[in-house]
């Protein structure tokens, strides 16, 4: 018994059951309160209502009813703004494609030296110093 609870597994598995418990206790929270009603959105700029003595319909604040700024949510399908972001898109993507291909040969490049430099003097010497002790 002893050696279990010093074992680091029993360990790791009692912290893993505590994480998945707070996960499945947080998701829980997040579904229970999705079905919850929201309370109705307060106006903080409204004026005050007026009272209309001729008027039988409720008072409700004034809300702002200024045109919206830019444009409006929609799908565009204009072709010339499609052309124009395809062409965007696909000079990003040949920029992608010449920077990995620098690094590729970069990396390709520093290779061949490591191995002209450091890995072929080394075998040159070895092989040396083996055929000199073979003899």
Known sequence: MR????????WMVAVELVV????????WNVVAS????????????APPPTADPGSDLPLLPQLNTSPPRG??????????FWRGR????????LYVER???????SAEAAVDQYVETV????VRRAEGAG???VL
């Open 99 to 105: 920077l990995e291909w620098q690094i590729v040969h």
């Open 86 to 93: 395809l062409r965007q898109l696909n000079s990003d993507q």
């Open 119 to 122: 890995v072929l003097p080394a």
């Open 71 to 80: 444009p409006l949510p929609a799908l565009a399908v204009d072709p010339r």
């Open 20 to 27: 998945v418990g707070a996960l499945v206790a947080v998701a």
């Open 131 to 133: 055929a000199a002790v």
């Open 34 to 45: 999705a079905n919850r009603p929201t309370a109705a959105p307060v106006v903080a700029d």
């Open 3 to 10: 050696n279990l609870i010093r074992s680091p597994l029993t």
